[in-house]
C-alpha cells in the first residue's frame, strides 16, 4: 500500500527566481546564480517555513554547531546581507525577506513548490492485478461479447468526437489563443529604484537613475509611461503590485535596485505584469558611471523586446546614441535634478541651479546640465513673481534661451530642451507659430514627457483651440496623475478652455488626495467667478489664501471685512495687502501674504477689475506687458478680462502681444 510522502518540497519558486533544495543550487529565469554556504542556508530555512518566522536562534543553531565558537549576530548579519544582495532585495523595502525586529526573518514573497518526482519503481500501474490462474471459457465467451459491445460504442463515440471536432474546434482555437495570449502592454511606470548602496546620500543617484529610465522609455511612442513626479510617493511602499497599477491605470510595473561603489554600479530591473500579476523578466547590469547613458538606453531596448513593443528606427537611434560622461559632472547633474523637482520651493530651485552650473564647469560639452538650467531659469520666468523681488521674465528669459540653445546645439534630440524653448517662443520673443514648433518637436522626441502636453495645452487654450487644449490637459493628467504642478495646470487649461465643468471635477479629485493643495481652491474660485456664483468663488479664495500662508490676523480681517462689506471690500482688502507687501525680500513661505506672493501684474490688473478701476487695470497690464509676464498670454480667453474686452485699449494689447484676433 502507498503512504502519501511528508518530505518538503525540493524545488521553490519565486518571483523570477528557483531554488533547488537537493542540489543546493539558485537560478534565476533559468541561469544559475552562485550562492553557496551559509546564505543558502538561510534561504534554504526560510523557504521550508514560508510566511513564519524564523528565530535567530534557529538560524544559529543550524548554522554553527553548539561548540563552534563565533561572533554569531554578525555572521548571521552577514549571511542575509548577501542573501539580500544575490536577491536584489533590501531591509528598508523588503520583498522577499522581513527582518522581524528583535525575533527573527520571514520569506513574505509567494512561493510554489514542486516535490521531487517519485521513482519509476514506485508507480503502481492501471488496471485489475493478474490472479496467476487461468480464466474459465465462460468467462472468456463474455470478455468476447463485452469487447464487440465496447467496440461498436467507441466508434460511435469517436465519430461523435469528430463531428464535434469539426464544428467546434476553430471556436476552441480562438478561445485557446485568447486564453494564452499574454495581455498586451501598452503602459508602464518605473517604481523608484531602491538604493542598496548602505548610504543615504546615494539616494540622488538611485532617483537619477529612475528618472533617466523613465526618460528612455518615454521615447517609445507605442508607451504611455507615468513621469517621476507621479512615481516618486511609492517610494519605500509595501503595496502589492496590482493595487499600485490600478492607482496608475498601467499595465505594468519595473522595480529594482541600485547598488554604487565609487564610480562602478550595479542595477536591477524586473518587469512585473499588473493583471494578472506575473513576473515577465529580469536582468542585472553592471558598468562605470562613465558609461551610464549606455546602459540606460541599454534597459530601454530590453523593456521594449519583453513586451514586443516595435521600435521605429528613429527610436532605436535615440536609444542607441549614448555618450560617455564626466562622473563628477554627471553626479551634480542627477543632484541638480534632484533639488529641480522640488520646484515649488524656491530654496530648492537655487540649489538645483548651482549644481548645474558646476556640471557645466566641470564637462562644458554635456549639454545635460544646460537642458536643466534652461528649466530652472524658464520656471522663473513663468511665476515672475512682482512682489518678491524676482527678476522679470525679459531679464530670465534670455538666460534660459541661451542655455537651452546650448543644450540643442550639444544634443538635437533633448525634449527638455525643446519644451524650454517653446516657452522661451511665448514668453520672450511672442513667436507662437515657432513655439508650437517647438511643443511638437518635444513631444515627437519623448511622447511621455507630461510638461510638453500642459504648456502645450496651455499654448493651444491662448489661441483659442479649446478641443485640442483640452486633450492635450487630460494626457499630462494621464502621464502624470499625482504631481501638483501638471495637476494645477492642466485645471488651469482646463479653466482658460471654457471647460469649467472638467475643472470641477479635477479640483474636487486633487483635493480629496491632497486636501493642503492651495491652488485647487483657487481654481474653483476662479470657475465660480466666472459663472456668476461670487459667494462661493470668495470662499474658495479665502481657503486658498490660507493654505498659502497668509497670517491669522490678515485672515480674520478679510473675513470680518466680507461678512460685514461684500465682496467689493474684500477685493479692497486684499489689493491692500498685496501692496503692503511691495517691499522687495527674499522668498518665504511664512511671509504671511498668502496669494500676494505670487501676483504677477496682470494679477493686480484683476483686482482693479473688480473694483471698477479700469485705467488702474492697463497700467497695470502695460507694465505686465513691459516685463513679458506670462499671464499676458491669456488675455483672449481668460474670463476675468470680459469687462475690458469692448475697451479699443484692451484690443491694441491684444494685437501687441500677437494673439490672434
Not at 540649489?351 to 554635456?366: G, L, T, V
Not at 498685496?578 to 501684474?601: H, V
Not at 499671464?631 to 481668460?638: I, R
Request: proline residues 6%; negative net charge.
Amino acid at each position: 500500500m502507498a503512504t502519501e510522502s511528508t518530505a518538503p518540497p525540493r524545488i521553490v519558486r519565486f518571483g523570477t527566481f528557483e531554488a533547488d533544495l537537493s542540489r543546493r543550487e539558485l537560478r534565476k529565469s533559468g541561469v544559475r546564480i552562485k550562492l553557496h554556504g551559509q546564505p543558502f542556508e538561510v534561504l534554504a530555512m526560510l523557504l521550508e517555513r514560508p510566511g513564519e518566522t524564523v528565530p535567530r536562534e534557529v538560524v544559529q543553531q543550524r548554522l554553527w554547531p553548539t561548540d563552534t565558537f563565533v561572533d554569531f549576530d554578525h555572521g548571521v548579519n552577514t549571511a542575509i546581507n548577501r542573501l539580500r544582495e544575490t536577491l536584489g532585495d533590501s531591509a528598508e523595502n523588503p520583498r522577499f525577506i522581513e527582518t522581524v525586529p528583535r525575533r527573527g526573518y520571514r520569506f513574505i514573497a509567494p512561493v510554489e513548490s514542486q516535490a521531487a518526482a517519485a521513482p519509476a519503481s514506485n508507480v503502481i500501474p492501471a488496471g485489475p492485478p493478474s490472479s496467476g490462474t487461468s480464466s474459465s471459457g465462460a468467462a472468456q465467451a463474455a470478455t468476447h461479447d463485452h469487447s464487440r459491445v465496447y467496440g461498436r460504442h467507441a466508434k460511435v463515440l469517436a465519430l461523435a468526437v469528430a463531428v464535434a471536432t469539426a464544428f467546434l474546434m476553430p471556436q476552441a482555437i480562438r478561445w485557446l489563443q485568447h486564453l494564452i495570449r499574454p495581455p498586451r502592454i501598452e503602459s508602464v511606470a518605473v517604481l523608484p529604484l531602491v538604493n542598496l548602496s548602505g548610504n543615504p546620500d546615494q539616494d540622488y543617484f538611485a532617483d537619477g537613475m529612475t528618472e533617466a529610465l523613465i526618460t528612455d522609455l518615454g521615447k517609445i511612442s507605442a508607451l504611455r509611461v507615468i513621469s517621476r513626479t507621479s512615481v516618486v510617493q511609492y517610494k519605500g511602499t509595501k503595496k502589492p503590485v496590482p493595487e499600485i497599477a490600478r492607482e496608475l491605470h498601467v499595465d505594468a510595473l519595473i522595480e529594482g535596485t541600485v547598488t554604487r561603489s565609487g564610480n562602478h554600479f550595479r542595477i536591477t530591473a524586473n518587469l512585473l505584469q499588473a493583471s494578472p500579476e506575473k513576473h515577465l523578466w529580469a536582468q542585472s547590469y553592471e558598468s562605470e558611471v562613465g558609461d551610464i547613458l549606455a546602459l540606460q538606453g541599454q534597459v530601454a531596448e530590453a523593456v521594449a523586446r519583453e513586451i514586443q513593443v516595435k521600435l521605429t528606427a528613429k527610436e532605436q537611434k535615440l536609444l542607441g546614441d549614448a555618450r560617455p560622461v564626466n562622473p563628477k559632472a554627471h553626479d551634480d547633474y542627477l543632484k541638480g535634478r534632484y533639488y529641480l523637482y522640488e520646484r515649488e520651493a524656491r530654496v530648492a530651485l537655487d540649489k538645483a541651479m548651482q549644481y548645474f552650473q558646476q556640471a557645466i564647469e566641470e564637462a562644458p560639452s554635456d549639454p545635460l546640465a544646460y537642458a536643466g538650467l534652461a528649466d530652472c531659469y524658464v520656471a522663473l520666468g513663468w511665476a515672475g513673481d512682482i512682489l518678491v523681488g524676482d527678476p522679470s521674465p525679459n531679464e530670465i528669459m534670455p538666460k534660459a534661451r541661451d542655455a537651452a540653445l546650448k543644450a540643442v546645439q550639444l544634443d538635437e534630440d533633448l525634449a527638455e530642451a525643446h519644451t524650454s524653448l517653446a516657452n522661451i517662443e511665448l514668453i520672450l520673443n511672442r513667436n507662437w507659430s515657432g513655439a508650437e514648433r517647438e511643443f511638437k518637436r518635444a513631444i515627437e522626441l519623448n511622447p511621455s514627457y507630461s510638461p510638453a502636453h500642459v504648456w502645450y495645452a496651455h499654448y493651444l487654450a491662448a489661441m483659442g483651440r479649446f478641443d485640442e487644449s483640452t486633450a492635450e490637459a487630460r494626457r499630462s493628467l494621464e502621464l502624470d496623475p499625482f504631481s501638483r504642478f501638471t495637476k494645477d495646470f492642466a485645471e488651469w487649461a482646463f479653466y482658460l478652455a471654457h471647460r469649467y465643468d472638467l475643472v470641477v471635477e479635477q479640483s474636487r479629485k486633487s483635493l480629496e488626495l491632497a486636501p493642503e493643495f492651495p491652488w485647487q481652491h483657487y481654481d474653483l474660485g476662479l470657475v465660480y467667478e466666472a459663472t456668476g456664483r461670487v459667494g462661493e468663488a470668495v470662499q474658495e479664495f479665502m481657503k486658498a489664501e490660507e493654505l498659502l500662508g497668509m497670517s491669522p490676523g490678515r485672515m480674520a480681517e478679510l473675513r470680518k471685512v466680507y461678512h460685514q462689506s461684500g465682496e467689493k471690500d474684500y477685493w479692497r482688502k486684499i489689493l491692500a495687502i498685496c501692496r503692503e507687501s511691495t517691499q522687495p525680500r527674499k522668498p518665504a513661505t511664512t511671509s504671511g501674504y498668502g496669494s500676494c506672493d505670487y501676483m504677477q501684474n496682470a494679477d493686480i490688473a484683476a483686482l482693479q477689475v473688480h473694483l471698477g478701476q479700469f485705467d488702474a487695470a492697463f497700467e497695470s497690464l502695460e507694465r505686465g506687458y513691459t516685463r513679458h509676464e506670462s499671464e499676458l498670454l491669456y488675455l483672449k480667453v481668460d474670463a476675468r478680462w470680459d469687462d475690458l474686452r469692448a475697451d479699443p485699449r484692451f484690443q491694441y494689447l491684444i494685437r501687441r502681444v500677437g494673439l490672434p484676433q
